[in-house]
């Protein structure tokens, strides 16, 4: 196996593109329905199967008439005759068109089935604040489908992890929310082993520390990690741990982490308010009240729509520097 130093640079872009071609040629029964997804509409809007229907035919990467309802009730159908589709929804915002095929028969025949039926299918959505796209196509609604018992939850923050997490996702037998993150697209970091999978639910400390933990996933852990490296320079050490998985997400590498450090900040783009962040919180006191030397710090977007204005998207998004403060703070402003 190669070593992480051997191996070249590729955008996140890149390794979803590897990971979904290694699918579609390890099983017939995998494919890829959305709009424009084909070679001959340019492989999706921002091409991430670009080449797919070319090399493995246009009856399995197949672009769809404009109807997120459409696709994905027609993956349903598809895995529930053995089949593992991919639906891709060009933006995160525009699940909500479909919000019925996914919360009340993706998420759900199997527990009304009494096990019988599996929905293996990967929805793959877009999103994140950056580009001024404004407030209908840049929400991170994370916090509604962990909210719906069947679904499971997965992003990355780099591009290895995108290709190991997707291809997990493809191969589960329970159907899986896959959120690619517009604004990493392109950003360059270490290559995938090809083929390789990345446990679902399993957390990963990006860093190890001894101060405070922060927890994130996304964009936002790399935010984190540059707030880790200006808290460094004062002698605040602080671990960082990736999600991966966000539901079900990783309690016992959480719980272990602020156990040991004994203050955390949970850390998310999506509106701080019913966030994913509250849930994280909320168990890390319950669990670990006692042991705790601050309550635990939320950083999150302000409960509002995300604007177009550059300046005020700029404001929207958590930075190093809101995650810098937070920590201070569980440390008594150090």
Same mark, same amino acid.
């Given at each position: 196996?190669?070593?992480? &130093?051997?191996?070249?640079? $590729?955008?996140? +872009?890149?390794?979803?593109?590897?990971?979904?071609?290694?699918?579609?040629?390890? @099983?017939?029964?995998? $494919?890829?329905?959305?709009?424009?997804?084909?070679?001959?509409?340019?492989?999706?809007?921002?091409?991430? #199967?670009?080449?797919?229907?070319?090399? =493995?035919?246009?009856?399995?990467v197949?672009?769809?008439?404009?109807?997120?309802?459409?696709?994905?009730?027609?993956?349903?159908?598809?895995s529930?005759?053995?089949?593992?589709?991919?639906?891709?929804?060009?933006?995160?915002?525009?699940?909500?068109?479909?919000? @019925?095929?996914?919360?009340?028969?993706?998420?759900?025949?199997?527990?009304?089935?009494?096990?019988?039926?599996?929905?293996?299918?990967? $929805?793959?959505?877009? #999103?994140?604040?950056?580009?001024?796209?404004?407030?209908?196509?840049a @929400?991170?609604?994370?916090?509604?489908?962990a909210?719906?018992?069947?679904?499971?939850?997965?992003?990355?923050?780099?591009?290895?992890?995108?290709?190991?997490?997707?291809?997990?996702?493809?191969?589960?037998?329970?159907?899986?929310?896959?959120?690619?993150?517009?604004?990493?697209?392109?950003?360059?970091?270490? /290559?995938?082993?090809?083929?390789?999978?990345?446990?679902?639910?399993?957390?990963?400390?990006?860093?190890?520390?001894?101060?405070?933990?922060?927890?994130?996933?996304?964009?936002?852990?790399?935010?984190?990690?540059?707030? /880790?490296?200006?808290l460094?320079?004062?002698?605040? @050490? $602080?671990?960082?741990?990736?999600?991966?998985t966000?539901?079900?997400?990783?309690?016992?590498?959480?719980?272990?982490?602020?156990?040991?450090?004994?203050?955390?900040?949970?850390? =998310?783009?999506?509106?701080?308010?019913?966030?994913?962040?509250?849930?994280?919180?909320?168990?890390? =006191?319950?669990?670990?009240?006692?042991? +705790? &030397?601050?309550?635990?710090?939320?950083?999150?977007?302000p409960?509002?729509?995300?604007?177009?204005?550059?300046?005020?998207?700029?404001?929207?998004?958590?930075?190093?520097?809101?995650?810098?403060?937070?920590?201070?703070?569980?440390?008594?402003?150090a």
């Amino acid at each position: 196996m190669s070593t992480e &130093k051997s191996r070249k640079n $590729i955008s996140a +872009l890149q390794s979803l593109n590897l990971a979904l071609d290694h699918a579609l040629a390890s @099983d017939p029964g995998v $494919i890829i329905l959305g709009e424009d997804v084909a070679d001959p509409e340019d492989g999706g809007v921002m091409g991430v #199967t670009k080449g797919l229907s070319t090399r =493995h035919g246009d009856s399995r990467v197949r672009s769809t008439p404009i109807s997120e309802q459409a696709i994905i009730g027609a993956c349903i159908g598809a895995s529930m005759v053995g089949m593992r589709p991919v639906a891709e929804i060009m933006l995160m915002n525009f699940t909500t068109v479909a919000m @019925d095929m996914i919360v009340n028969h993706a998420a759900k025949l199997r527990f009304m089935s009494g096990g019988q039926t599996h929905v293996p299918i990967t $929805i793959r959505a877009t #999103t994140g604040a950056g580009f001024s796209t404004g407030g209908q196509h840049a @929400d991170y609604l994370e916090a509604w489908f962990a909210h719906t018992a069947g679904l499971k939850v997965v992003t990355y923050s780099n591009p290895a992890d995108a290709h190991g997490l997707l291809l997990s996702c493809i191969f589960d037998d329970d159907p899986c929310i896959f959120i690619e993150n517009l604004t990493t697209y392109f950003a360059p970091g270490v /290559a995938p082993t090809p083929g390789e999978r990345i446990p679902l639910g399993v957390a990963k400390v990006v860093r190890e520390g001894r101060d405070a933990t922060v927890i994130s996933y996304g964009p936002q852990v790399n935010a984190a990690l540059s707030a /880790a490296k200006t808290l460094a320079e004062t002698g605040i @050490d $602080i671990e960082v741990i990736d999600l991966r998985t966000i539901a079900p997400f990783d309690r016992e590498s959480v719980l272990a982490s602020v156990a040991k450090t004994r203050r955390a900040v949970v850390v =998310h783009e999506a509106v701080k308010p019913f966030g994913v962040g509250a849930e994280i919180s909320s168990v890390i =006191h319950e669990e670990l009240f006692s042991r +705790l &030397k601050a309550p635990v710090q939320r950083v999150g977007a302000p409960f509002c729509a995300v604007p177009y204005s550059k300046p005020l998207e700029t404001a929207f998004v958590p930075s190093a520097a809101r995650i810098e403060a937070a920590v201070r703070k569980t440390l008594g402003g150090a």
